[in-house]
């Protein structure tokens, strides 16, 4: 794998990323497994699939 | 040992058996590197069972549903998918991956939407979160171009360039 972090797009979603979790943080309880899961998963996933580079690619 | 898989197979007659397993015996066959040699799969096994005793397993309790139940789910992924021969080492499977980082963008960016109309977000915090993805999907968007372009899914050359010069010579020549 190579080094991911010096992709810019990477760089990028891990930063709204850690936005998207600050801002969810007060959102209201009951939201917990609803919006702010899905909010937090929906984020996470881009930087976690621009992660998954193949050594070949 | 792949022999005895496949004498095993054939003793119990168990076609499905056999069919399911070939892979892994030709693989273990004509693979030099034998899979359980293989570094990078060991290293995903011993993180798969925890034999060392990492950081996930120092993370606190109210994660134990969400990113330490991922991390192993991933690293269990990633040892499989080691152990089936590396489907993903191409650039076409990586722009798999980033489709769905596209579209778990635009999932992000509704969601933030959704958050501001239930008067979740602020109006400042909301439009920082919208700019910040509308950057991360150009920025994205680039690399899938960058990659699409690498695969030769769309810059595929319609004549090489050693046919056009030598169709130059030829005009010269006859000229």
């Not at chain 2, 590197?33 to 993370?59: E, V």
């Not at chain 2, 439009?127 to 993805?133: A, S």
């Not at chain 2, 810059?155 to 046919?163: E, F, K, R």
């Amino acid at each position: 794998m190579r080094d991911y972090t010096k992709i810019e797009a990477w760089k990028l979603a891990d930063d709204l990323t850690v936005a998207v979790y600050e801002q969810t943080r007060l959102f209201p309880k009951e939201e917990i497994y609803g919006l702010t899961s899905q909010l937090r998963r929906a984020s996470y996933s881009v930087p976690a699939n621009i992660v998954l580079r193949p050594v070949g690619a | 040992m792949p022999f005895k898989q496949l004498r095993d197979a054939f003793m119990s007659g168990k076609q499905w058996i056999l069919t399911s397993a070939l892979p892994f015996i030709m693989q273990g066959l004509f693979n030099p590197q034998r899979l359980t040699a293989h570094g990078s799969y060991s290293r995903c096994r011993n993180l798969t069972q925890g034999n060392k005793p990492d950081i996930l397993n120092g993370a606190s309790k109210g994660r134990e549903g969400s990113a330490k139940n991922g991390s192993k789910q991933c690293s269990r992924v990633w040892a499989t998918r080691r152990r089936e021969g590396s489907s993903r080492e191409s650039k076409k499977d990586y722009l798999h991956f980033l489709y769905i980082a596209r579209g778990s963008l635009s999932e992000t960016q509704y969601f933030v939407h959704l958050s501001r109309r239930l008067g979740y977000l602020s109006d400042s915090d909301a439009d920082n979160l919208i700019g910040q993805t509308r950057q991360t999907f150009a920025c994205l968007h680039g690399l899938i171009l960058a990659v699409e372009k690498e695969a030769g899914k769309f810059g595929t050359p319609v004549v090489p360039l050693s046919v056009v010069s030598s169709l130059i010579f030829l005009c010269l020549i006859l000229l």
